[in-house]
């Protein structure tokens, strides 16, 4: 196994870790931030197995296909355990809204499914990269620093820390919307072309 498919492997191992600290995270503080950490680590280690796939010439199908699944399993259980109330703190009023977790979690899904519809149909299983994705994926790991501070952002600035976590949790669908959009057009055009790019 090539090193860039052993880190995302590495990744997709993480997340019940990722999971488990968020699940604990309002019995400490400490499992607030491991849980952060963890995220940006996971998001550090997402660009790096590209790169190092890319100037290493190790791009394999293996890998098209795990490293969108690390990104979505990643996605999927950080906002819906996100969003559970009372998650982070003993305030149940403080959570993810459901409208940025439906959001995040609605394009990881009909991103996959769009994946595997080109695989049947046109038998290439890749992902589609842009800059709205790639600016996506990075505000969603923002998302989930900031929320997991939110608890001790809310208390050291009071109601300017809403203004910044409403500011974060906006631009992240409104990016997310984009770049689904954007996958669709690309989708769209390949499923006419029979998988092949101009």
């Known amino acids: 196994m090539s090193w860039p498919n052993r880190i995302t492997?590495?990744?997709?191992?993480?997340?019940?870790?990722?999971?488990?600290?968020?699940?604990?995270?309002?019995?400490?503080?400490?499992?607030?931030?491991?849980?952060?950490?963890?995220?940006?680590?996971?998001?550090?280690?997402?660009?790096?197995?590209?790169?190092?796939?890319?100037?290493?010439?190790?791009?394999?199908?293996?890998?098209?296909?795990?490293?969108?699944?690390?990104?979505?399993?990643?996605?999927?259980?950080?906002?819906?355990?996100?969003?559970?109330?009372?998650?982070?703190?003993?305030?149940?009023?403080?959570?993810?809204p459901y409208w940025v977790s439906v959001t995040l979690v609605s394009r990881a899904l009909l991103m996959l499914g769009g994946m595997v519809i080109l695989y049947l149909l046109c038998g290439v299983f890749q992902g589609l990269p842009s800059v709205a994705g790639k600016a996506a994926t990075v505000m969603q790991v923002i998302t989930v620093l900031v929320t997991c501070a939110s608890p001790d952002l809310l208390r050291l600035l009071g109601d300017w820390a809403w203004t910044i976590l409403y500011a974060v949790w906006g631009v992240t669908v409104m990016l997310a919307v984009i770049s689904l959009l954007g996958y669709i057009r690309v989708g769209s055009k390949l499923l006419a072309a029979g998988g092949h790019t101009e």
Do not use: Q
């Open 9 to 96: 492997v590495t990744r997709l191992l993480m997340v019940p870790v990722f999971i488990l600290l968020l699940l604990n995270a309002r019995d400490h503080w400490g499992y607030r931030y491991g849980a952060a950490a963890l995220a940006g680590l996971l998001g550090l280690a997402d660009a790096a197995d590209g790169i190092l796939a890319r100037r290493t010439g190790s791009v394999t199908k293996v890998g098209s296909i795990l490293d969108p699944l690390a990104d979505y399993a990643l996605t999927i259980s950080a906002m819906v355990t996100l969003s559970i109330p009372g998650i982070l703190s003993e305030d149940r009023s403080l959570f993810l």
